[in-house]
């Protein structure tokens, strides 16, 4: 779980701990939380040798 922090008087995206020092400031912040499990995760990586390379053959072959 993520979370993204946005400070409206700031109008950038602040890190979750600065969160504390915009608000003691009087600033107004959105905060949104990401679920990162969502996320499509392809950390599976396949292995290169298993993909044959055919030879190329060139137009005079
Ligand atoms: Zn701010």
Redesign the pocket.
């Known amino acids: 779980m993520t979370s993204n922090w946005y ?4 109008e ?1 995206g ?1 890190d979750p701990r ?1 969160v504390g ?2 608000a003691n ?1 009087g ?3 959105r905060g949104m939380l990401v679920p990162t499990a969502s996320r499509p995760t392809e950390l599976r990586r396949r292995s290169d040798r298993e993909t044959a390379i055919r030879p190329v053959h060139g137009p005079g072959d």
Do not use: G, N
């Open positions: 400070c409206l008087d700031c950038t602040i600065e020092r915009h400031a600033h107004h912040i």
